[in-house]
């Protein structure tokens, strides 16, 4: 079951119903591709609005994740789609159907109300293959679809963040004022290398790839001292950008207050 046919299913849902922001937030996730070093890319970056638009939305997709044990009222639209659909079956008007809700809710619990009515109406509307129409669907057939809808939920998730990761990620790029200062670097080491021999080239250009690599440091220090955090490096002392610590889900430290790395 693919997100999209999620959303289709759940139209009507409360706190589902704003197809502008689904329509934004796909237009970003099936435009995700990656670059040749294997990264999430975008054709363009969200703009502020947009960005707001889309962590809402995640927000909200998030929040129909709970399991319906956390909340009686989603116990209930639970309970009342089962009662509507255990009554297009004949066969149950002379069973206690509340006791056979009572028993199918048991083994519902816990999952999101969202996954669980949007199974229940794909049995329904005869979308499900496999079931004979005639027959009523346990409870385990209910669950089971049911459970495909919800890793849809978060497949959807996964896929606004790594659009959101790729807006981080993106947006460290240099500035023109730091490129600005490569070029006349760069032109500066050239004249240099020009006017000596093998031997000072090759120490000249070590000294300049050297600060090249301590300006840049610096560049990421400062970024995880803006936020109050300690920058993060991996097994080989490398120091990652906190964009990338972000979007490869590594946890950061709190520096303590007053403290500069």
């Known amino acids: 079951m693919t997100s999209q046919s999620l959303i289709e299913h759940n139209a009507g849902l409360p706190g589902m119903e704003t197809a502008g922001a689904q329509a934004l937030v796909k237009s970003f996730t099936d435009a995700l591709k990656r670059d040749d070093r294997g990264r999430w890319t975008l054709p363009r970056l969200p703009e502020k609005d947009e960005r707001a638009a889309i962590l809402k939305w995640r927000e909200e997709v998030f929040r129909q994740t709970r399991p319906i044990m956390d909340s009686v009222a989603e116990k209930q639209r639970v309970s009342d789609e089962l009662l509507t659909f255990f009554a297009s079956y004949p066969q149950l008007r002379n069973d206690d159907v509340t006791t056979r809700i009572a028993v199918y809710m048991q083994d519902m619990l816990d999952l999101p109300m969202v996954a669980l009515v949007s199974a229940i109406k794909a049995i329904r509307g005869n979308k499900v293959k496999g079931l004979d129409p005639d ?69 000249k250009a070590k000294k300049f790839y050297a600060e090249q690599q301590e300006r840049h440091e610096r560049v990421l220090i400062s970024e995880y001292e803006h936020h109050g955090e300690i920058p993060h490096r991996n097994k080989h002392g490398v120091l990652l950008s906190r964009s990338l610590a972000v979007q490869l889900n590594i946890r950061i430290e709190k520096a303590a207050k007053g403290a500069r790395r």
């Open 135 to 203: 027959y009523v669907p346990t409870a385990a057939r209910i669950v089971k679809e049911a459970c495909e809808f919800a890793v849809a939920l978060r497949a959807s998730i996964h896929n606004i963040d790594k659009v959101l990761a790729v807006a981080q990620l993106e947006q460290r790029g240099p500035s023109p004022e730091q490129m600005e200062r490569v070029n006349k670097h760069m032109a500066e080491l050239a004249v240099a290398l020009g006017n000596s021999d093998e031997e000072t080239r090759r120490e």
